[in-house]
């Protein structure tokens, strides 16, 4: 019988702070709306994905549920195992770790999003649904590599879907919808080309990320990934203690994120922050404000601190920028400063 693959651990990903910093807070709050990972390749993003699914912990799910629905959360379920507890039925129970689902750039909405039999529909009233992607990742990781050379209307859909928590199928009038909560990871190589600002600014948090210029760290990446193909186990041993940390940090993070508060002042900094880098629309705003809470609770804060909202700032504003065509996402770090130093 083969050994499950060993998965690169996520405290041994050297550099990359802001990458990490960005998963990590999607994985303590889904409703950040995910993260647009960009950079050249080579630079751990993939890598950095399935370790994060690693560290969080094991779902209980019902078991014999295609969506793997909560059997403690009625509100989220499918209709079909809503319809057998109001009948009375226990439902059955197991325990899983957290997928992360691969979106292939070749998907066709179909795939995406599902199909309906509608010949079933028609002669019998049935609703017969082939699960897609989405059903596929509900309470799991959808991961996107090559975002950018996704179909635009695919992307719409992903995102939708990642903002309303469901999925819905329409077919000559019939619908089924189900349950699709989840955390979007997207990455791309600008290189290869640049999402529409209209989609950008749908991603919750976005980060850019590249190759590591300092020589003994790139050694060390070099030292641990070669450690880590000859010796999986032994280098996973080896950073189980750094894991199980982190494993802790996020479990502590998401119980107390529900009780963290955010003051009018903290607010108002967020608000003047927005106008002053002349971004569109309130969105940012709102990002900036979950992710100051979900790096308060990581901080294992109660309350928003001004470290908190400055942290999130890169985050949440750099793909939400206005710029000219051909420019370079970026942010004017000393606007940012003199905004912070008035409150």
Not at 78 to 91: H, I, P, V, Y
Not at 263 to 289: N, P
Request: with cysteine.
């Amino acid at each position: 019988m083969s050994k499950l693959k060993k998965v690169y651990p996520f405290a041994a990903i050297v550099g990359q702070e802001e990458m990490k910093k960005g998963l990590l807070l999607n994985a303590i709050n889904p409703k950040l709306s995910g993260i647009l990972i960009r950079g050249e390749k080579g630079t751990a993003k993939s890598t950095a994905v399935r370790a994060l699914a690693a560290l969080l912990p094991e779902i209980e799910v019902v078991a014999d549920c295609i969506f793997g629905c909560n059997p403690d959360d009625a509100a989220s379920m499918c209709g079909s195992c809503r319809e057998r507890l109001a009948a009375g039925e226990t439902l059955p129970r197991t325990k899983r770790r957290m997928r992360v689902v691969d979106l292939p750039v070749s998907a066709t909405e179909d795939r995406v999003v599902g199909t309906l039999d509608i010949e079933q529909a028609i002669k019998k009233g049935e609703k017969r649904f082939e699960p897609g992607v989405l059903a596929q990742a509900n309470r799991g990781i959808l991961y996107v590599d090559e975002v950018n050379l996704l179909d635009d209307h695919i992307v719409d859909v992903l995102l939708d879907s990642a903002a309303m928590g469901v999925n819905t199928v329409e077919r000559e009038g019939v619908s089924f919808s189900h349950p699709a909560n989840f955390i979007l990871v997207g990455t791309m190589n600008p290189e290869e080309g640049e999402l529409r600002p209209q989609l950008l600014d749908r991603f919750g948090l976005c980060v850019t990320i590249s190759g590591i210029l300092d020589p003994a760290l790139r050694v060390e990446v070099v030292k641990r990934r070669a450690f880590f193909e000859e010796a999986p186990e032994d280098f996973v041993v080896q950073w189980e203690g750094e894991e199980e940390k982190l494993r802790r940090q996020i479990s502590q993070a998401m119980g107390l994120l529900p009780k963290v508060s955010i003051s009018e002042e903290m607010l108002y900094m967020i608000a003047q922050i927005a106008i002053e880098m002349g971004v569109d629309g309130h969105r940012a705003d709102l990002v900036m404000m979950k992710a100051a809470k979900t790096m308060a609770a990581l901080n294992n804060r109660e309350k928003v601190s001004k470290e908190d909202v400055q942290q999130s700032v890169d985050l949440a504003l750099l793909h939400r920028m206005r710029r000219k065509p051909f420019q370079e996402l970026g942010i004017d770090r000393q606007k940012i400063q003199g905004v912070m130093s008035k409150n």
